[in-house]
């Protein structure tokens, strides 16, 4: 099955070099360009950076907006849980980039090199200067497998697998296919990640997975994460702590994975709570979640803050420093989860701020944190979390969102697909506030 998912994946990226070179026409490569100056420019072609491009084309006319983005493809990536777990295919996730740019915008299909915000102006690695009066910084985040010892390299093994990259999320499908007894072991690193509820997803996923195919009785599954607590609002922590003592989940809380040793297939986990202390697991599945970080081209620039974010205002979202610079998702120090979904509640907010300052207005739109995690807990159910920056429930449907429910797990898996590539894609979701006061009848 692998091999046959490996050949759609290779048949998907060959149609999307076809699709690029017929759509030339419409959006221009790498190379030289014929304008060098854009009104606004989005750097990434990421959930934020596509987004931001719809909305920016309709309010100031497509020839204004530039996309600096240099993959040719596009992936939806909350639906690689359901990969790693056999219940969707690799192929449902991807799309070539040249689809999902806005008909009309500049796509300059090169990596961004440098940023310079006092001269507005953004360098690339095909020799682009491109200059703008408003620029969207949209990089998502990066993966450091690398900073676990044994990693990248151990992925060439057997038995372990991440739902975090194209290159590996099949690796964890293979694993759980082929796992006999054991332990199945989970991580969660001591760095901010996108999506933090994924881990979990996997876990339970497996869990049933394992019972459905009689297994369960001779899995040990464990769940190491470095945070202080299963998940970062209690009302879904509580909940989530009795489905893993019903299933005999073991958690072990402040635990960190720093090496894995793919030959002898051990796992070594500092102990954040006892400096110095490490323990080594054995495992017959491994899961990894790497530590990731901000975009490399943001360090050491005017445009970061202590950690390496994109520093803006939790609000508006512009740029602390640098009044005509922006930023949405995964890049900035928004301080909550970094989710497709704080992505759409955050482009109705940036759009509204970004027509403001371009009339020399104050931003009078707020954005109050909220995002949501879809925590599939097994093939049918999901705890649709729903909060806010202050960590307080900020559900959408008049029901305990807490418990676990099929109708949201078909939301997860065959509507917000849909909604991602047709709605917030195209600049025409925001978020489902308007739906929460009405389904709340106002009251919240």
């Not at 190379?31 to 100031?60: C, D």
């Not at 697909?417 to 506030?433: M, T």
Request: net charge positive; proline share 6%; with cysteine.
């Amino acid at each position: 099955m692998a091999a046959a998912l490996t050949s759609q994946v290779a048949l998907l990226r060959r149609g999307s070099r076809v699709f690029f070179s017929v759509n030339c026409h419409v959006h221009s490569s790498g190379g030289v360009t014929s304008k060098e100056h854009y009104k606004i420019v989005v750097l990434g072609g990421g959930s934020g950076g596509i987004t931001m491009g719809a909305r920016m084309k309709r309010k100031i006319g497509a020839e204004n907006v530039a996309i600096v983005e240099p993959s040719e493809m596009h992936y939806y990536q909350p639906i690689w849980t359901l990969v790693g777990a056999g219940a969707k295919i690799i192929t449902s996730s991807g799309r070539p980039t040249a689809s999902v740019i806005p008909p009309g915008v500049k796509w300059v299909k090169s990596r961004v090199m440098n940023i310079d915000p006092k001269n507005n102006t953004v360098f690339t690695d095909s020799g682009h200067k491109i200059s703008y009066d408003y620029l969207i910084v949209a990089l998502g985040l990066q993966l450091h497998y690398e900073k676990i010892k044994g990693l990248p390299e151990g992925f060439e093994h057997p038995k372990i697998g991440s739902n975090y990259s194209l290159q590996t999320v099949e690796k964890t499908w293979t694993a759980l296919q082929n796992f006999k007894e054991g332990n199945a072991i989970f991580s969660f690193p001591n760095t901010p990640v996108k999506c933090a509820g994924a881990p979990q997803k996997i876990m339970y996923l497996s869990d049933a997975f394992l019972r459905k195919t009689g297994k369960r009785s001779k899995a040990n599954i464990i769940y190491n994460t470095s945070l202080p607590v299963l998940f970062g609002v209690k009302k879904y922590a509580d909940a989530l702590w009795e489905i893993v003592k019903s299933r005999h989940i073991d958690v072990n809380l402040r635990h960190n994975l720093i090496e894995v040793r793919a030959d002898r297939r051990e796992a070594v986990f500092e102990d954040l709570d006892r400096p110095g202390e490490s323990k080594v697991f054995e495992y017959e599945m491994l899961h990894v979640t790497p530590p990731m970080g901000p975009p490399a081209v943001l360090k050491g620039s005017s445009l970061e803050d202590h950690a390496g974010w994109l520093d803006v205002n939790k609000h508006t979202l512009q740029h602390n420093k640098y009044a005509n610079v922006f930023g949405i998702g995964d890049c900035t120090n928004l301080p909550t989860s970094k989710t497709a979904a704080a992505v759409a509640a955050q482009s109705s907010v940036l759009q509204r701020t970004i027509t403001k300052v371009m009339k020399k207005d104050k931003p009078d739109k707020e954005y109050d944190g909220y995002t949501s995690c879809p925590l599939v807990t097994s093939y049918n159910t999901v705890i649709l979390a729903e909060f806010d920056y202050n960590g307080q429930p900020l559900e959408t449907f008049p029901v305990d969102q807490s418990k676990e429910s099929r109708i949201m797990y078909h939301m997860k898996a065959d509507i917000m697909p849909h909604l991602y590539w047709h709605g917030l894609l195209k600049g025409l979701w925001g978020g489902p506030g308007p739906y929460r006061k009405l389904m709340h009848l106002g009251m919240k």
